[in-house]
């Protein structure tokens, strides 16, 4: 079983590969996450799921907040791993209220050192912290 902190980190990959293959025309929730979690749909928490879900039921809501937030930038300029977890961060905070505000910022300056260059956890951080 994971823990809530490793449910997270996957929530982002598979927001991650859904929007990368999105661009490409090719979108299956259900097969994105079996193929990040290396498990049958039905064996993925419910929390994951509906992380996930909500996310992407949302997602144009969520550019939205998040263009309207950004300055001399546009949404199309975000590196795609960035994205990811800027829609994980606010779907989860949103529509599930299962962290609060510092956690979630958290976890995704976390993510953003992790998978991102450098200095990138700074715009993340600043970011959630306007929208939040």
Known sequence: M?????????????????LFYQRMNSEDIVTELENVFDIPYDEISVFVREVVVKTFLHQDEIDSIISQNLVKWTIDRINLVAHAILLFAIGEYTYTKECNKAEIIN??????????????????NALLDKVL
């Open 107 to 124: 976890i995704a300056v976390n993510l953003a050192k992790k998978y991102l260059d450098d200095n990138d956890y700074k715009f993340i």
């Open 2 to 18: 994971l823990s809530r902190n490793q449910e997270q980190e996957k929530i982002m990959l598979s927001v991650y590969q859904y």
